[in-house]
């Protein structure tokens, strides 16, 4: 009786590329919200390396409208991940998630090779952390792809 239930939906086939996505979308919160609290207490122990995070995190780059950049990455990540928990219970997230999830990413993505080239030939320093969001935005990106290429017409 209870078999026709199936709130999960483990008999998906791209289940795995699911709940890789999502995991990778919970270590971008964690590294987001790690480098919004190194933002606000500039606390020198938790810069590591080089010192290179201090010097992109308190450049004129690290801020939009005086928001930390790290917010904008924390909520990509935490859209991605509510789209992935609210696919299996709601029909609009089911039939358009791996849609937003490929926006939001190739966003991500476009607005992270911008902040990776300003370290780089600006800046002239490198974040660890930053590093880890754009790996982390890239894996994303690409097993949307892979999503959207294996989602079955609706």
């Not at 026709?4 to 996505?21: A, E, R, S, V």
């Not at 500039?42 to 917010?71: D, K, R, T």
Request: charged residues 10%; aromatic residues 10%; hydrophobic residues 55%.
């Amino acid at each position: 009786m209870a078999d026709h239930i199936n709130p999960l939906q483990t008999d998906k086939p791209g289940l795995p590329i699911y709940w890789i996505t999502f995991v990778l979308a919970v270590l971008g919160i964690l590294d987001g919200t790690y480098l919004l609290i190194y933002k606000l207490t500039n606390n020198p122990s938790m810069c590591l390396g080089s010192g290179g995070c201090h010097n992109v995190n308190f450049s004129p780059y690290s801020e939009i409208g005086g928001i930390p950049v790290a917010v904008f990455g924390m909520a990509a990540y935490l859209v991605i991940a509510a789209i992935l928990l609210l696919e299996p219970r709601l029909k609009i997230a089911q039939e358009n998630g791996s849609l937003a999830i490929f926006g939001i990413s190739l966003a991500g993505v476009a607005f992270t090779a911008y902040l990776t080239w300003l370290e780089i030939y600006v800046i002239h320093a490198i974040c660890p952390f930053c590093v880890a969001s754009a790996v982390i935005i890239s894996l994303i990106f690409i097993l949307a792809i892979i999503r959207l290429i294996k989602q079955p017409a609706l």
